[in-house]
C-alpha cells in the first residue's frame, strides 16, 4: 500500500495537518478508500501527500500532511478537489467513516528562515515526528536560532 505521493514538490510551502478520528468499525475500509481514492483524488489534482498514518498511542487517529506550492494554488486544487465529480461521488462515503476531523494550515520553517535547510531531504526513510508549537507574537526570530542551533 502506498501512503505517500511518489513526487513531493521541494517547494511545498503551504501545508495542511490533517487528523481524523476513524470511526474503528471502518479503519480497513478507510486505508483502502485513502489509498485507491482520497490519495489519488488529491494528487491527480495537484495536492502532493508529504505522509499519511496511524497514531501510534490513538490506533483510530489518522493523520496526514498535504502539501501545495502557494496559498494560490491551495484554493485552486482544493477547489478542483470538493468540486470535482470525483470526490462528489465518494465524499458522502468517505465522511460516514470519519467520527471527527480537524485541518491546520502550516507554514514550513524555511518560509521565515530562507535559506537554511533545517531537515534532511535525502533520507526517505527517516522518521518524522510532528510537534505543534504555539510561538509568542515577536518570538519567532529567537525560537528559530534556538531550533538551528543542533
Known amino acids: 500500500m502506498n501512503m505517500v505521493s511518489k513526487e513531493v514538490s521541494k517547494n511545498s510551502n503551504v501545508l495542511e495537518l490533517r487528523i481524523y478520528r476513524i470511526d474503528e468499525t471502518m479503519i480497513t475500509d478507510w486505508v483502502r478508500a ?15 501527500i508529504m505522509g ?10 489518522f493523520i496526514w500532511i498535504r502539501s501545495f506550492p502557494d496559498h494560490e494554488s491551495r484554493e485552486v486544487i482544493r477547489s478542483r478537489i470538493y468540486d470535482g465529480d470525483d470526490w462528489l461521488n ?27 535547510q533545517l531537515f534532511r531531504s535525502d533520507n526517505k526513510d527517516q522518521l ?17 536560532t ?4 543542533k
Not at 499519511?52 to 487517529?61: L, Q
Request: charged share 30%; net charge negative; glycine share 10%.
Open 128 to 144: 518524522n515526528e510532528i510537534r505543534i508549537y504555539e510561538i509568542a507574537e515577536g518570538r519567532m526570530e529567537d525560537w528559530l
Open 90 to 116: 465518494i465524499q458522502d462515503k468517505i465522511r460516514g467513516m470519519l467520527d471527527t476531523r480537524t485541518e491546520q494550515l502550516l507554514y514550513p520553517v524555511g518560509l521565515w528562515s530562507p535559506g537554511k
Open 52 to 61: 499519511a498514518g496511524f497514531n501510534a498511542h490513538a490506533k483510530n487517529e
Open 34 to 48: 485513502f489509498d485507491r481514492e482520497v490519495r489519488v483524488i488529491n494528487e491527480s489534482n495537484g495536492a502532493g
Open 146 to 149: 534556538i531550533f538551528q542551533e
